[in-house]
């Protein structure tokens, strides 16, 4: 588990504007109040960007893109991003992989350098040959050694330190790159070009004195001991023993430099038969070294050349191919003997060739006519297992994915990706993934933004490795204090523990996607939460996040100053110190839902499996309390539980219980009789409660039966409803779904003309909210309220993010008051609706006590060791109301705002003093609120 520190996604602050009442002395610039903004895009690896080549890596493949360089195993969740950056150059080496790049993290960090990798790590090592910003440039990336013991892999390359000029290094896995050999002393270089090499020997050409040359130097010789040979050399190969071929003057010419002096011989294009040897004997996997730029000559087109066999009986392959029109030959792959690529008789008319040997000979034969009498133009070869891989373009279906194993019967579509004749695939090269994962092709579509597909050569076997573009889908939403937690997915290899404070979000903890972060719970000042199979706490530090207990605890629920969770059927408590087993369900824990709610003002809370039982967090008090059959969506509201259950005489209907068996009883009969209106989704805030019922209506409570009322019936898919989220005094959001506008937003304010849909993300049918992964197992659903917003996952073409909705007029608690150990002053307030006029509510009042209710500006102000005053010091702090509490506990005043579009969006923060106080400190302070000024 990696902690991802300092990385924050900004929102910018909403201005304030000031309050123009008889407290406020100054105004501040008006604010442009936009309700719905997408809020982050918690996923940290930005889209793969479009394909550049693809590169086998031990059982990955690797692939360079225009936004980097990334691996993938064939899954969504085995591909990453190794660097922000796409390598100029890329080496293979079976599990290691060397790149030339520009500051992976694309921090600038260092300049074009050299990093090695490994497959299964997004990991780079610098191997800088130039420290700092500056670039040494390498170039000519070229493998030495076998990887044993005696010669472990290395690279050679040419770059620019700086001092020497452009000259010849060299770096192993481990090491530093260090100088392989300086050919012109001094900072003008001899700027190395056509490097090449084999078991045996190195070579290239260098430039002395305004010439060219071919040097080179046998492998086992530390230092190297360079020979110069006086040819202008170009297009520089090693043929496999030591030998090496190059270009001169348009002569082919190879040079055994074992041979006493050296030995030089021209290769003439009309003996060339006589150095042929059958292709077909050597294997796949080994393909055939190709010189760049092809040779060309008299007709001939040389594709390839290698040497073949060991000493002393060596001898040298060499493919010339006489064909009219070769489309491209650096375009091809080799697979069971034969090699595959496009050519044809005619330019016009382009199709699946192969070459495969004959005795000795070489034989190029037509494999399949794809496209008769016009060109079908393969691209793309690439090799897996005993077949190749292409791309094909007809005019029936354009450009897909074929197979061929250099028969006609088995050369084959694979699939039709977009069908029509729109092209499909891209006409590029894909890579074999590892044998360990099957023998399978990954390869690029032409989509833009969901390109990475894999293939076993299968129509049903061909698949995206993404099923959509990535998106983070946040889920969990939990308020603790002045934060919201929530998880996200943040790459495609891990899930991480989120915070936001409604400006900025921050990764607080990252966990494997195997370890699922889950059940997030809010308990004092802690966050409690399921990872895999353990329960962990945190404080919203990484530090300050850490293994709690090894119980497998679930369906973590906070019940007034303990949490009850299950440990499989067993529900267990949690006093803040310990764990401990309150009673033995005997349920099925793959199946059961437990809910969990707090009953009365003492320390009892009522659970449910097949039926309702109430507790006092002790075996001996804990027993049934009803009979009512399997009551779900139990909801404390005031002292009393909301929920939903089942009896022969009611159906399944609206009950509330007291904590006492004759306390518990049917609230309401929605459906009159014993049909059932299932009542749902149950939300309380304040002195209502919200709940769905009978498919698709929206009903409130006020905790009687009279109160019980029917908001609207929605008219909306009732599979569809969730999320059911009060914020502030007024509203209630929801999510819901209408086959004209998908599932989207809703909100209510308790009437029927005030419920509609606020916000269509996603224009048209589809869908702008995601439904959390979370309301499938836990029956809750997951929206998220801090301050003025609800925070959920929206967004469009299926990219769920982090987005919020600003409510308008909000008024949400803020601080804990203090008082004595027995009262502690309340207060409430009604939205702050510009034009209306404010509540303010405030309660547990001394008598004779001197009230003061300020405004200000949200902030932290100690006045005594247990008590704060939630205004900032240094800002405008306003007397609203003063007062004498002569008698009675509480205290009701309101204050008309005026209908001032400038001050909408301004936030201001009331809290009141009371003095004098039985408390040691003399005064009692009241809970804070916070407000946000709107509609």
């Known amino acids: 588990m990696v902690p991802l520190l300092s990385s924050r996604f900004s929102m910018p602050r909403m201005p304030a504007a000031a309050l123009r009442s008889a407290f406020v002395l100054t105004l501040l610039p008006s604010v442009s109040f936009a309700q719905l903004r997408s809020f982050a895009d918690l996923w940290t690896i930005p889209r793969m960007g479009e394909p550049v080549s693809f590169h086998r890596v031990d059982e990955e493949v690797w692939i360079v893109t225009d936004t980097g360089l990334w691996r993938s195993d064939g899954s969504a969740l085995g591909t990453s991003r190794v660097s922000v950056t796409p390598p100029t150059e890329l080496l293979v080496a079976e599990q290691l992989v060397w790149v030339v790049l520009d500051s992976p993290r694309g921090d600038k960090a260092t300049g074009l350098e050299l990093y090695v990798g490994q497959a299964r790590s997004s990991s780079l090592s610098a191997r800088e040959v130039r420290s700092g910003k500056a670039s040494s440039d390498p170039r000519g990336l070229t493998l030495l050694g076998d990887g044993s013991s005696a010669q472990p892999y290395r690279v050679v390359f040419s770059a620019d330190d700086g001092v020497r000029g452009r000259e010849l290094w060299v770096c192993d896995e481990a090491g530093p790159a ?39 130097t046998e492998l086992a010789m530390l230092p190297p001991n360079f020979l110069f040979v006086d040819r202008q050399a170009s297009a ?48 796949a996997q080994n393909p055939p070294t190709r010189l760049a730029p092809v040779f060309d000559r008299g007709g001939w087109k040389l594709q390839s050349l290698r040497v073949v066999g060991s000493a002393p009986t060596w001898g040298v392959e060499v493919r010339l191919i006489d064909w009219a029109n070769i489309a491209d030959l650096t ?33 190029v034969t037509l494999v399949a006519d794809l496209e008769p009498n016009e060109s079908s133009h393969p691209r793309g070869f690439a090799a897996v297992g005993n077949q190749v891989f292409f791309t094909a373009s ?19 579509l694979v699939k039709d990706i977009v069908v029509g004749d729109r092209d499909g695939c891209r006409p590029l090269a894909g890579a074999a993934l590892g044998s360990g994962l099957g023998d399978a092709l990954l390869f690029a579509s032409e989509s833009r933004t969901n390109w990475l597909w894999k293939s076993d050569g299968t129509s049903g076997g061909t698949v995206p490795v993404f099923d959509q573009e990535p998106s983070s889908r946040p889920d969990e939403f939990t308020r603790l204090g002045e ?38 719970c809010a308990y004092r000042d ?23 207990t090894q119980l497998d605890g679930r369906y973590l629920t906070t019940v007034g100053d303990r949490v009850a969770l299950t440990v499989g059927p067993e529900i267990w408590i949690y006093d803040g110190v310990s764990f401990s087993r309150l009673v033995d369900t005997a349920q099925n824990a793959s199946t059961w839902r437990p809910f969990f709610a707090r009953a009365g003002t003492g320390s009892s809370f009522l659970f449910a499996d097949d039926q309702l039982w109430i507790s006092d967090g002790t075996t001996a008090g804990t027993q049934k309390l009803s009979d009512a059959a399997d009551p779900q969506w139990m909801t404390t509201f005031g002292e009393r539980v909301l929920f939903a259950a089942s009896d022969a005489a009611n159906g399944r209907e609206l009950w509330t219980s007291d904590g006492t068996t004759s306390g518990t009883q049917v609230l309401r009969d929605i459906a009159v009789g014993s049909a059932s209106s299932n009542p749902r989704g149950f939300a309380a805030a304040g002195d ?49 779904a209408t086959p004209a506008s998908g599932l989207e937003l809703w909100r209510s304010d308790g009437t029927a003309a005030g419920t509609l849909l606020v916000a269509e993300i996603e224009s048209g049918s589809a869908s702008g909210i995601d439904t959390p992964e979370s309301e499938v197992d836990r029956y809750r659903w997951s929206m998220g309220v801090l301050r003025d917003a609800v925070f959920f996952s929206g967004g469009s073409s299926g990219d769920f993010e982090l987005m919020a909705f600003q409510n308008g007029a909000t008024a949400w608690r803020v601080g804990e008051g203090c008082g004595t150990t027995t009262r502690v002053p309340t207060l409430a307030v009604s939205d702050p609706v510009l034009g209306a006029s404010q509540r303010f509510d405030l309660g547990n009042l001394a008598t004779g006590a001197v009230g003061l209710l300020y405004a200000g500006f949200d902030g932290r102000m100690p006045l005594a060791q247990d008590c704060e005053f939630w205004l900032h010091p240094w800002r405008p702090m306003f007397l609203l109301e003063g007062w004498v509490q002569s008698s009675g506990t509480e205290h009701t005043s309101t204050l008309a705002l005026p209908n001032d579009a400038s001050l909408e969006g301004l936030r201001l923060t009331l809290q009141a003093i009371f003095a004098p106080s039985l408390a040691a400190r003399g005064f009692e302070v009241s809970n804070a609120i916070g407000l946000a000024l709107g509609r």
Request: aromatic share 12%.
């Open 178 to 216: 260090q100088l392989y050999y300086e050919f012109v002393p001094g900072p003008a270089g001899s700027d190395p070009i056509h490097i090449a090499a084999d078991s045996a020997r190195l070579s290239c050409s260098v430039s002395q004195n305004g010439r060219r040359f071919l040097v080179g």
């Open 236 to 283: 520089v190969m090693a043929g496999g023993q030591g030998d090496t071929w190059f270009v001169d003057s348009g002569q082919l010419v190879v040079w055994f430099p074992g041979r006493p002096s050296g030995f030089l011989a021209n290769l003439q294009t009309t003996s060339v038969t006589s150095w042929q040897s059958n292709f077909a004997s050597h294997p």
């Open 331 to 363: 375009d091809f792959a080799s697979s069971g003997g034969r090699t595959f690529f496009a050519g044809g008789q005619r330019t016009d008319d382009v199709e699946l060739l192969a070459v495969t040997g004959n005795g000795g000979l070489l034989d």
């Open 394 to 412: 007809t005019g029936r279906i354009g450009r897909e994915l074929w197979k061929s194993d250099g028969t006609a019967n088995n050369t084959a």
């Open 483 to 520: 934060r919201i937690y929530f998880t996200a997915q943040v790459d495609v290899a891990q899930r991480a523990l989120c915070a936001s404070d409604g400006e900025s979000v921050e990764f607080v903890r990252r966990f494997l996607p195997s370890a699922a972060v889950r059940y997030l």
């Open 526 to 548: 802690q966050l409690l939460f399921h990872v895999g199979d353990e329960l962990w706490s945190s404080d919203g530090t990484d530090t300050g996040t850490q293994l709690l």
């Open 688 to 736: 209502r409660a919200w709940f769905f019922a009978n498919g698709d209506e929206l009903w409130t409570t006020d905790g009687t039966a009279n109160g019980t009322t029917l908001v609207k019936d929605l008219g909306v898919d009732p599979n569809s409803l969730g999320g059911l989220t009060p914020i502030g005094s007024r509203h209630v959001y929801f999510r819901a």
